[in-house]
C-alpha cells in the first residue's frame, strides 16, 4: 500500500515538473528574448509569431515595430503574418534590414537614426530574428543618442539570452558610434525631448 501511494506521488510530481517545464518552454519560444529595454518607450524581442506581436503591442501601446530583418529571412508565409498582425493591431512597421557595418558613418545607418529621432515612433519594439545581435546595435544607438549612455554602458546593461558577451562587430560599431555620433547625426540632439516631459 505504502509503495503503490509513494509510486502516485512520485508520478503525480514528475506530471507537474513535465507540465511546468513544457509551458515553460512554450511561453519561451512565444515571447523569444523579449524584454523591456526603456519602460515605455522602447522593447525588444526575436521574431515572434503574428498572434503574440498583435498582443505585445496592445498590452505595451506599441505605435511601431521596426524589424531589421533581410526581406523573407524568415520565409514570406512569416512576413505576411508579421505585416496583417501588426497593421491589424493600429502599429506602423518599418521593415529596415540592419547592415553588417561596424561603421557610424555608413550611408545605412542615418535611415536608423532618422527612425530612432521620430518621436511618433514611441513606444516602439525593435526585433530583429533572434533579438541580440542586431537589435542591440539598434538600441545602443538609441541610448548613446537619448540616453546620454557609452557604449560600454549600453551594452553592459542589455541581456545577453545565453551569450557571454556581444560580438567583436557589435562592439566595435557602438564604440564606433559612441565616438562619431554627435559629429554624424547633430541633427538627432533633442528630438525625443518631447515624450520626456
Same mark, same amino acid.
Given at each position: 500500500?505504502?509503495?503503490?501511494?509513494?509510486?502516485?506521488?512520485?508520478?503525480?510530481?514528475?506530471?507537474?515538473?513535465?507540465?511546468?517545464?513544457?509551458?515553460?518552454?512554450? /511561453?519561451?519560444?512565444?515571447?523569444?528574448?523579449?524584454?523591456?529595454?526603456?519602460?515605455?518607450?522602447?522593447?525588444?524581442?526575436?521574431?515572434?509569431?503574428?498572434?503574440?506581436?498583435?498582443?505585445?503591442?496592445?498590452?505595451?501601446?506599441?505605435?511601431?515595430?521596426?524589424?531589421?530583418?533581410?526581406?523573407?529571412?524568415?520565409?514570406?508565409?512569416?512576413?505576411?503574418?508579421?505585416?496583417?498582425?501588426?497593421?491589424?493591431?493600429?502599429?506602423?512597421?518599418?521593415?529596415?534590414?540592419?547592415?553588417?557595418?561596424?561603421?557610424?558613418?555608413?550611408?545605412?545607418? /542615418?535611415?536608423?537614426?532618422?527612425?530612432?529621432?521620430?518621436?511618433?515612433?514611441?513606444?516602439?519594439?525593435?526585433?530583429?530574428?533572434?533579438?541580440?545581435?542586431?537589435?542591440?546595435?539598434?538600441?545602443?544607438?538609441?541610448?548613446?543618442?537619448?540616453?546620454?549612455?557609452?557604449?560600454? /554602458?549600453?551594452?553592459?546593461?542589455?541581456?545577453?539570452?545565453?551569450?557571454?558577451?556581444?560580438?567583436?562587430?557589435?562592439?566595435?560599431?557602438?564604440?564606433?558610434?559612441?565616438?562619431?555620433?554627435?559629429?554624424?547625426?547633430?541633427?538627432?540632439?533633442?528630438?525625443?525631448?518631447?515624450?520626456?516631459?
Amino acid at each position: 500500500m505504502f509503495d503503490k501511494r509513494r509510486k502516485w506521488m512520485w508520478s503525480l510530481l514528475l506530471l507537474l515538473i513535465a507540465v511546468a517545464a513544457g509551458m515553460g518552454y512554450r /511561453q519561451h519560444k512565444r515571447y523569444k528574448h523579449w524584454a523591456v529595454h526603456d519602460p515605455g518607450m522602447v522593447y525588444r524581442s526575436a521574431w515572434l509569431d503574428g498572434d503574440v506581436f498583435a498582443e505585445q503591442i496592445d498590452k505595451f501601446q506599441i505605435r511601431t515595430v521596426l524589424n531589421l530583418c533581410n526581406p523573407n529571412e524568415l520565409g514570406e508565409k512569416r512576413c505576411l503574418d508579421q505585416r496583417a498582425a501588426v497593421t491589424g493591431s493600429g502599429a506602423k512597421l518599418i521593415e529596415l534590414p540592419m547592415p553588417s557595418t561596424i561603421d557610424a558613418g555608413d550611408p545605412a545607418v /542615418q535611415k536608423f537614426v532618422d527612425v530612432l529621432s521620430d518621436p511618433n515612433n514611441y513606444p516602439m519594439l525593435v526585433h530583429c530574428q533572434h533579438g541580440v545581435t542586431r537589435t542591440a546595435k539598434v538600441l545602443s544607438m538609441y541610448d548613446i543618442l537619448y540616453r546620454g549612455e557609452t557604449a560600454e /554602458q549600453s551594452l553592459a546593461a542589455m541581456p545577453l539570452f545565453g551569450r557571454d558577451e556581444y560580438s567583436v562587430s557589435v562592439q566595435a560599431f557602438v564604440k564606433d558610434f559612441e565616438k562619431r555620433h554627435q559629429q554624424l547625426y547633430p541633427q538627432a540632439d533633442g528630438k525625443l525631448e518631447v515624450l520626456r516631459r
